[in-house]
């Protein structure tokens, strides 16, 4: 049976605060208290539209989210059989990087189940990390990689030693990512390449979409950037924007029926009807059926250590 995803805390009432505080917004450090949209969660900041949720203010429980039932049943239909449409578009992220770096020493924070470095280790020398115990482990063990069941800020990383730092949708689950940038920009070699990807939440499908928009998830999905709040960040933390681009992407039938189903479980009641068309599509072997779709809400950002 399909397992319910993460349910976001059921909050009410326009201004609240999960501290009893304001926030600070991570670029202006000035508070924000403003709602977008009148969510329950979501926070706007006045001064550069950056967009975030309150539970970032939440003790740091990094992991808590991601052990193995995060890559089946909460943000994944079943993580494992996306390999060949995640590889398809991890190769679509290569061919970009490769237009700036002809290899070297490549680190990947948030590497799941390790699929893109055992792509990248054909060019560079690669390590990763990520916060789940479970997927780390296979990735050592199945794919003989070198990655760390860790979180990034404690963990003990070598300086000047890579020029490649890669987030594949990766930053906008983490409650600290300036704190992230901060240590990447410590650790870089001269020149090192950091590369992201995450949704665009001021690309015409989420303005669109608004709140219905297929990342909006404040359990999961922590910041919402945009090009102008993306750019401000990493120039704080001394990195120039070299390319913004939105490559095709590649997902299986199964994990977009999945994706349907989870926003109308976190909508309605409707579960029962998103089950049985799931379980459908398994049965038809229809799930596996890849799709290459590209609605320009998903950004790549490659930008240079200055
Ligand atoms: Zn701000």
Redesign the pocket.
Known sequence: MTKLPNQAPILSGQVINLTGRSLD????E?P?SQRWQNDNLLLK?P????IFSELISQPDEAGKNYRADYFSGVDYADYRSEKKALQETFQRYLKILARYSSGGRLYEIGCAYGYFLDLARRKWEVSGIDVCAESTKFARESLQLNVTGDNFLKAPVKKDYYNVFCLWDTIEHLAQPHQYLEKISRLITKDGLLCISTGDIDSPMARLRGKSWRLINPAIHLFYFNKN?IKRLLTKYKFQLLLFTYPTYSRTIRQMAYRMVQKQINKSSEMFSGCNFLSKISGTGLGDYIIRLNLFDIMVVIARKI
């Open positions: 917004c991570i670029i202006c000035k924000v900041c001064g550069c539209g950056l709040t």
